[in-house]
């Protein structure tokens, strides 16, 4: 099957923008000699859905490739925690919905540790997120040959890394343009295929990433 040629761009984000730079944080300056305290970085969403994944994981490194463990201080209940990641997850249901304070995540040497700001999460019903994708109509197949069956598009969207987790299907092939609304505070990443008169996808067009806040 002939593979359709299609590229995705990402516009203007409503209620969201892109994120600051993470936050850093460090053990005591006056550690002895040969041990350097751990450092933890990392900015945690502050607000998710009620049935909708929850996820973070921050980035930590030691300096003295020293083995490091992870805690959590006011885990929401709804959460799930990796003392060998720092990741914290879950799914809040309808009964969660809620606002849960003074969750602080920490990581340690053995020796010294380093803790992230203390941050909340709140849970509520719906999302203000919205994301604009624009992309040019494809006009050819993968081989050169001229496209005459354009039918519509595909639109995949995901939070984090991993499989796509959504799929809008527009039936339009003079549609160029698509609003993602009701996204939760996180990284997006999105890509976009074509289909034909026959229902023959293209393949995944470039990944495109936005942080709603």
Sequence with gaps: MRNIILAIFAGPILFGCLSAE????TGDD??????????????????????EAYEFEPNAADADGDTLAFDVQNM??????????????????????????GI???????THSASLPV?????????????????????????GSPLMDLAGYKIYYRKNSGPYEEAVRIDNP???????????????????????LSDVESSFSSEVARTVL
Excluded: C, H, M
């Design 22 to 25: 993470d936050s850093l944080s």
């Design 104 to 110: 602080i995540i920490s990581v340690s040497d053995d």
């Design 30 to 51: 006056g550690n002895p000699p040969g041990n350097s305290a751990p450092t933890i970085a990392g900015n945690p969403a502050a607000s998710t859905k009620y049935d």
């Design 174 to 196: 003079g549609v160029t343009t698509f609003v993602v609304e009701q996204l939760s505070p996180a990284t997006y990443y999105f890509a976009a295929t074509a289909f034909n």
């Design 119 to 143: 941050f909340s999460i709140t849970v509520s019903q719906t999302a203000e997120g919205v994301v604009t994708l624009s992309w040019v109509a494809p006009t050819e197949n993968s081989d």
């Design 76 to 101: 929401p209940p709804w959460a799930n925690f990796d003392v060998l990641t720092g990741r914290l997850y879950g799914e809040p249901s309808l009964a969660d919905i809620g606002v849960y304070n």
